[in-house]
C-alpha cells in the first residue's frame, strides 16, 4: 500500500483564552474612569485658577484706584514711591479730666462692680465645673452599663460556640465508628 503523503496541513487559528475579551473589555472600562477623574481634576484646578485670576484682576483693579500711594514711573509700567503725596499733619490733642465731687464714689462704685463681676464669673466657673463633673459621672455611667449590657451577652456567644463545636466533633466521631 502506498500511502499518499499527507498534503501540508492547514494551520489551525489557536483559540484564543476566554478570559481575553472580558480582561480588554475591563482595561477599557478602567481607562474611561482614569480619563472621568483626571477631567474632574483639571475643571477643579480650572476653576481655582479663574478664581486667582479674579482675585488677581480684583487686586490690581484696587492698586490702580488707591490714589496719593504711587505714580506712575518714567520707566514703563513701573511704579515709584510718590513725593508729592501730602501727609496732613494733626496736632496732639490733650484732654485732662476734670476732678469731679463725685469722683471719689464713682470709683467706689466701679471696684464694687469689678468684685461683683469676679464673684460672678467665680460661682459661674464653680458651677459649670459641678455640671462638668456631673456630667462625666453620668457618662461614665452611661458607659459601664452599655459594657454590662454587652458582657452579658457574651458567655451565652461563648457557650453556644463550644456546643456547637463539641456537636460537630461527637458527629464526625460517631460517623467514624
Known amino acids: 500500500m502506498t500511502t499518499e ?3 501540508k496541513p492547514q494551520l489551525q487559528p489557536k483559540p484564543r483564552p476566554s478570559w ?5 473589555a475591563s482595561l477599557l472600562l478602567l481607562q474611561v474612569g482614569l480619563l472621568w477623574m483626571q477631567g474632574s481634576m483639571l475643571e477643579r484646578q480650572y476653576g481655582t485658577l479663574m478664581g486667582l485670576r479674579q482675585d488677581m484682576q480684583d487686586l490690581t483693579e484696587s ?3 488707591f490714589q496719593g500711594n504711587f505714580d506712575p514711573g518714567a520707566d514703563e509700567g513701573m511704579l515709584r514711591p510718590s513725593s508729592r503725596r501730602i501727609h496732613p499733619r494733626r496736632g496732639l490733642q490733650r484732654v485732662r479730666l476734670q476732678e469731679q465731687e463725685g469722683d471719689q464714689g464713682v470709683r467706689k462704685e466701679m471696684a464694687d462692680q469689678r468684685k461683683s463681676e469676679r464673684e460672678a464669673v467665680e460661682k459661674a466657673r ?3 465645673s459641678k455640671l462638668s463633673i456631673a456630667e462625666n459621672y ?3 455611667e452611661e458607659k459601664k452599663r452599655l459594657e454590662a449590657e454587652g458582657n452579658r451577652w457574651r458567655p451565652l456567644l461563648w457557650g453556644g ?6 456537636a460537630l466533633v461527637l458527629r464526625a466521631w460517631m460517623r467514624n465508628r
Open 63 to 65: 492698586l490702580d484706584s
Open 126 to 128: 464653680e458651677a459649670q
Open 5 to 7: 503523503p499527507d498534503p
Open 161 to 166: 460556640a463550644v456546643v456547637a463545636l463539641l
Open 138 to 140: 453620668r457618662k461614665a
Open 20 to 24: 481575553l475579551l472580558g480582561a480588554i
